[in-house]
């Protein structure tokens, strides 16, 4: 059954075909997505990556080719031959773009045979992911998928195209390298000509783009593989690719605006989404105080707020200990939600912030006749009532509570605001925002490794003004860095690096290298 392409030659691409082509002859060349046999006519829409096309097989005009039509089933590997005609008003499809013609075949070729697919090459499947990974070959054939590669080949090419206009050089570096100190450990590849010896995956070109800028190169732009040894997660592979780049002589507003007008360009170009720039900024200390995390979603309010001296005298033991004890006790009033969440949603909630490390979650429904919760009573009038002042609480609003350490209690109300928010509702589709995070701390203490490492990774800049309680205060230095974050993801960060060796030796030296 298979067949040669002697003689005949693909002029079009399936999905490119439109009502101008009508009057035309063309060979098309891709997999039968699906075959239909009305008892005379048989349609056979056809597949490439540029999409779908229905072809016409008419035991009136071409006997023989019709007939051979029967032999193709899904996913056969076909050359047709044909001409293009409009379709009957009444047979028109909007939904795809060739869906004003179709093409009449008087000629048929099946390049290769097919057998029952383990799943229909469509979107919507109902298969599990190890199926479709074990069948890659056929998942890929899904529009979907090839939507994303597309989009990603897109991406790649509007920001050569941006970093080239913009003075960047493009230049590609070392895979096979020695560690540097980062964030995370290394994946290593035995070297056969150095027994004993090994090179390291770089987790970032840090070094490479470094030695550059020494060198004078002053702008460098690479969309390059990165390799880190981490836990997975959802947005963490063990390796991925990123749009690095580096600058001399700059300032954190300069690459902040650079990266604003690249954003304009990158959605408006590759998805004709317009975006309106500056983005706005926050603090690492604003974002963590008020959004629980330092990459915030905020397409939806539901901001936490500090209750700790509202409620540090109240009767509520719990609130009690852990304000005298020096912890927070911080608050989310999730608006007009008191009858839209059961007490079984609650129940949830509570063993939902579980997870995250808290002892539970305190909640209050305000009701026309005052409080609804198994707190209320440990909280008198004038409590209750600067609470709700503080919280904009108001009738059937529902309000929730959590204290224990500050670390925790951002955790967790980070936690439980994203859930709310996609629970009730909170998000509207399509939205995109974009935010600048700044201030970052300088140092974290790593329970693992038991010293301060860097936030960001070792060669950032700690502000000017800090440089002072690098050896005295460390904890309380910020950092020249800043991160890009778009709807609740991190998608970009980066800092102004040391370039002075006796800075970078004292940075070196509170991390214990």
Same mark, same amino acid.
């Given at each position: 059954?298979?067949?040669?392409?002697?003689?005949?030659?693909?002029?079009?691409?399936?999905?490119?075909?439109?009502?101008?082509?009508?009057?035309?002859?063309?060979?098309?060349?891709?997999?039968?997505?699906?075959?239909?046999?009305?008892?005379?006519?048989?349609?056979?829409?056809?597949?490439?990556?540029?999409?779908?096309?229905?072809?016409?097989?008419?035991?009136?005009?071409?006997?023989?080719?019709?007939?051979?039509?029967?032999?193709?089933?899904?996913?056969?590997?076909?050359?047709?031959?044909?001409?293009?005609?409009?379709?009957?008003?009444?047979?028109?499809?909007?939904?795809?773009?060739?869906?004003?013609?179709?093409?009449?075949?008087?000629?048929?070729?099946?390049?290769?045979?097919?057998?029952?697919?383990?799943?229909?090459?469509?979107?919507?499947?109902?298969?599990?992911?190890?199926?479709?990974?074990?069948?890659?070959?056929?998942?890929?054939?899904?529009?979907?998928?090839?939507?994303?590669?597309?989009?990603?080949?897109?991406?790649?090419?509007?920001?050569?195209?941006?970093?080239?206009?913009?003075?960047?050089?493009?230049?590609?570096?070392?895979?096979?390298?020695?560690?540097?100190?980062?964030?995370?450990?290394?994946?290593?590849?035995?070297?056969?000509?150095?027994?004993?010896?090994?090179?390291?995956?770089?987790?970032s070109p840090q070094l490479f783009k470094q030695i550059l800028m020494v060198a004078g190169f002053d702008r460098y732009c690479q969309i390059v593989r990165c390799f880190r040894d981490e836990d997975l997660r959802a947005d963490r592979q063990p390796e991925f690719t990123q749009i690095d780049l580096?600058?001399?002589?700059?300032?954190?507003?300069?690459?902040?605006?650079?990266?604003?007008?690249?954003?304009?360009?990158?959605?408006?170009?590759?998805?004709?989404?317009?975006?309106?720039?500056?983005?706005?900024?926050?603090?690492?200390?604003?974002?963590?105080?008020?959004?629980?995390?330092?990459?915030?979603?905020?397409?939806? @309010? %539901?901001?936490?707020?500090?209750?700790?001296?509202? &409620?540090?005298?109240?009767? #509520?033991?719990? *609130?009690?200990?852990? =304000?005298?004890?020096?912890?927070?006790?911080?608050?989310i009033n999730a608006g007009a939600a008191a009858d839209k969440l059961s007490r079984k949603n609650l129940d949830d909630l509570v063993e939902f912030a579980k997870g995250y490390g808290g002892k539970g979650l305190a909640w209050v429904r305000i009701q026309p006749d005052g409080w609804q919760s198994?707190?209320?009573?440990?909280?008198?009038?004038?409590?209750?009532?600067?609470?709700?002042?503080?919280?904009?609480?108001?009738?059937?609003?529902?309000?929730?509570?959590?204290?224990?350490?500050?670390?925790?209690?951002?955790?967790?109300?980070?936690?439980?605001?994203?859930?709310?928010?996609?629970?009730? @509702? %909170?998000?509207?589709?399509?939205?995109?925002?974009? &935010?600048?995070?700044?201030? #970052?701390?300088? *140092?974290?203490?790593? =329970?693992?490794?038991?010293?301060?490492?860097?936030?960001?990774?070792?060669?950032?800049?700690?502000?000017?003004?800090?440089?002072?309680?690098?050896?005295?205060?460390?904890?309380?230095?910020?950092?020249?860095?800043?991160?890009?974050?778009?709807?609740?993801?991190?998608?970009?960060?980066?800092?102004?690096?040391?370039?002075?060796?006796?800075?970078?030796?004292?940075?070196?030296?509170?991390?214990?290298?």
């Amino acid at each position: 059954m298979i067949e040669s392409l002697a003689g005949l030659k693909r002029t079009d691409a399936c999905g490119q075909l439109t009502a101008a082509d009508v009057g035309r002859d063309v060979v098309l060349m891709g997999w039968v997505q699906r075959r239909r046999d009305h008892g005379g006519l048989v349609f056979i829409d056809l597949r490439d990556r540029t999409g779908l096309v229905q072809v016409v097989f008419n035991p009136q005009e071409d006997p023989e080719t019709h007939e051979k039509s029967h032999q193709v089933r899904s996913e056969y590997v076909v050359a047709v031959k044909g001409r293009v005609r409009p379709r009957p008003e009444d047979m028109i499809n909007p939904k795809i773009g060739t869906g004003a013609i179709e093409v009449f075949i008087n000629h048929l070729r099946v390049l290769n045979a097919s057998k029952t697919p383990p799943f229909q090459i469509e979107d919507q499947l109902d298969v599990t992911e190890a199926v479709r990974l074990k069948y890659r070959y056929l998942d890929l054939r899904r529009p979907s998928i090839q939507k994303n590669l597309l989009l990603r080949h897109q991406v790649a090419q509007v920001t050569r195209d941006f970093m080239n206009q913009n003075g960047f050089i493009e230049v590609e570096t070392p895979v096979l390298t020695k560690s540097t100190p980062e964030g995370a450990r290394d994946y290593l590849v035995p070297s056969r000509v150095n027994q004993g010896q090994f090179f390291a995956l770089p987790q970032s070109p840090q070094l490479f783009k470094q030695i550059l800028m020494v060198a004078g190169f002053d702008r460098y732009c690479q969309i390059v593989r990165c390799f880190r040894d981490e836990d997975l997660r959802a947005d963490r592979q063990p390796e991925f690719t990123q749009i690095d780049l580096e600058m001399s002589f700059i300032s954190e507003e300069d690459i902040q605006d650079l990266m604003e007008t690249f954003m304009v360009e990158l959605f408006q170009k590759v998805m004709d989404i317009p975006l309106a720039i500056p983005f706005p900024r926050l603090t690492y200390q604003e974002a963590v105080d008020r959004y629980g995390v330092d990459r915030p979603d905020t397409r939806f @309010g %539901l901001e936490i707020t500090e209750v700790t001296d509202l &409620v540090a005298q109240a009767e #509520f033991k719990l *609130f009690r200990q852990v =304000a005298a004890g020096g912890g927070t006790i911080r608050a989310i009033n999730a608006g007009a939600a008191a009858d839209k969440l059961s007490r079984k949603n609650l129940d949830d909630l509570v063993e939902f912030a579980k997870g995250y490390g808290g002892k539970g979650l305190a909640w209050v429904r305000i009701q026309p006749d005052g409080w609804q919760s198994p707190i209320a009573k440990f909280f008198n009038d004038q409590e209750k009532k600067a609470l709700e002042e503080r919280l904009n609480g108001r009738v059937g609003d529902i309000l929730f509570f959590s204290a224990d350490q500050p670390s925790v209690v951002r955790a967790v109300l980070g936690a439980v605001r994203l859930k709310l928010g996609a629970d009730l @509702g %909170l998000i509207e589709p399509g939205r995109l925002n974009f &935010v600048w995070v700044t201030g #970052f701390p300088m *140092f974290e203490y790593s =329970a693992e490794e038991k010293r301060l490492t860097a936030m960001h990774h070792p060669f950032t800049s700690p502000r000017d003004e800090d440089l002072d309680l690098l050896e005295t205060q460390p904890e309380k230095v910020l950092a020249r860095a800043y991160d890009l974050v778009l709807n609740g993801n991190e998608i970009g960060g980066g800092s102004i690096r040391i370039h002075r060796p006796d800075v970078q030796e004292r940075v070196f030296g509170v991390m214990g290298i």
